[in-house]
């Protein structure tokens, strides 16, 4: 069982940075697909980015286009640790956001925008982006 952390959740203001990290537990983290989701009060659940145990396609990282060229998602194995660097944030940022893991290792990175793939989740942690 694979349980997931989320820290680094905040309040900065429009234009500001924030990194979220996610902690995971287990010593299969490094074959684990793994996401981040953000969910506004009042709309469902939407990926943001995700980032492949294994890149199939030639590409390890996946992007929403509402965050491409502002957020960063990367990983540390060695720390079980995967991190999403937001910059340049927005009001329409400010959301619940989630850490998750799929642990079938074999689905490549384009795979990973769907929620559905996704097995494990942590509890979220609060972004809010002030104008």
């Known amino acids: 069982q694979v349980q997931l952390v989320e820290s680094g959740g905040g309040l900065v203001q429009a234009g500001g940075s924030l990194r979220l990290s996610c902690a995971a537990s287990?010593?299969?983290?490094?074959?684990?697909?793994m996401g981040w989701f953000r969910q506004a009060p009042g709309k469902e659940r939407e990926f943001v980015a995700a980032?492949?145990?294994?890149?199939?396609?030639?590409?390890?990282?996946y992007y929403a286009d509402s965050v491409k060229g502002r957020f960063t998602i990367s990983r540390d194995n060695a720390k079980n640790t995967v991190y999403l660097q937001m910059n340049s944030l927005k009001p329409e940022d400010t959301a619940v956001y989630y850490c998750?893991?799929?642990?079938?290792?074999?689905?490549?990175?384009?795979?990973?925008?769907?929620?559905?793939?996704?097995?494990?989740w942590g509890q979220g942690t609060q972004v809010t982006v002030s104008s």
């Open positions: 998750a893991a799929n642990s079938y290792s074999g689905y490549d990175v384009l795979f990973l925008s769907s929620s559905l793939r996704y097995d494990y």
């Open positions: 287990g010593r299969t983290f490094s074959s684990y697909g």
């Open positions: 980032v492949a145990a294994i890149s199939w396609s030639g590409r390890s990282t």
